[in-house]
């Protein structure tokens, strides 16, 4: 039976063994869930209503189910999705199968899009039939496919993935090629970033870049941040990638692994280029 890591602050709420160390817990509970022996804890107990729904967050999204409770306490309202600004959801319910990797939705007039996979969940089915339904999944690397496939076909939804990680997910009808941005899914650019994986492709849409595993906000560092511990296919083309996005406007990162942030669109190109500049060294 799974014990609580010796870490968690006394009380209540506790991390077990199981974690997996994929940090998602960390990125919607900031400073309550912390990193210690490589694995997730909580550093102090949730006190105030916003801290007990960042529990829960990490609670319904947590992919091992290791964030847990030791007495029945009933769930906050509006844990997920949660809207991280306007018509932009984080969906929760991480798949284990994308390591707990973030999925996002974008909602529109003219057709829902879904960025990345969460784990198939009855509650998240009827949000989206709620809202409409589900035009487009578009997908940003081979690790974060999660329950796509059964989405798409509730949905009848397109899937849009890049040919060089296509073997992830078989089942996609829109296939993007090569490196070039290109518009996609009622106005979304798609821009090839190659790098952490080969068919890495972060979305662009409006001011709001989803960047999957190749560019996140750290909040430890406060800072944007990539790492070359989990760069899969070629950190020299990471790093080439990244500066092509210095040519893209937006003010919303939101990542798959790693937190989302908001900063001004003029101080995230100085953030990127100062992380491109302390990548090159690496």
């Known amino acids: 039976m799974p014990k609580p890591h010796p870490q968690n602050a006394p009380g209540d709420w506790y991390v077990d063994t199981r974690c997996i160390d994929c940090s998602a817990a960390r990125t919607v509970a900031p400073g309550l869930i912390v990193e210690r022996d490589g694995q997730s804890v909580f550093a102090r107990q949730p006190r105030t209503p ?18 847990r409770t030791k007495s029945r306490i009933e769930p906050s309202t509006g844990v997920f999705p949660e809207e991280m600004t306007k018509d932009i959801y984080r969906l929760g319910y991480n798949a284990a199968s994308a390591y707990g990797a973030h999925s996002f939705a974008i909602l529109r007039a003219h057709g829902n899009v879904m960025v990345d996979a969460p784990r198939w969940t009855r509650a ?15 997908i940003t690397h081979r690790d974060d496919v999660g ?7 509730h949905f009848g939804a397109r899937v849009f993935i890049h040919a ?3 073997g992830a997910a078989r089942f996609a009808d829109q296939i993007l090629h090569g490196q070039a941005p290109h518009t996609i899914a009622g106005g979304i650019i798609a821009i090839p970033i190659p790098g952490h994986t080969r068919g890495s492709v972060a979305y662009l849409n409006e001011r709001c870049l989803f960047t999957g595993d190749s560019l996140a906000w750290s909040f430890e560092d406060n800072d944007l ?3 070359r511990d989990v760069c899969w296919w070629s950190w020299p083309e990471q790093i080439k990638s990244l500066r092509r996005l210095l040519d ?17 669109a003029d101080e995230m190109r100085a953030r990127l280029a ?5 990548m090159a060294t690496q």
Do not use: K
């Open 147 to 153: 329950d796509a496939q059964r989405y798409a076909v």
């Open 124 to 138: 998240l089915m009827r949000w989206f039939e709620a809202h409409g339904g589900l035009a487009d999944i578009l």
């Open 225 to 227: 941040a990539a790492w």
């Open 248 to 264: 893209c406007e937006f003010d919303w990162v939101f990542a798959g692994h790693g937190g989302s942030q908001y900063r001004p």
């Open 274 to 278: 100062a992380l491109i500049g302390r």
């Open 164 to 166: 060089a990680d296509r």
């Open 50 to 67: 916003d801290e007990l729904r960042m529990a829960w967050r990490a609670r319904l999204l947590c992919p091992t189910a290791s964030v």
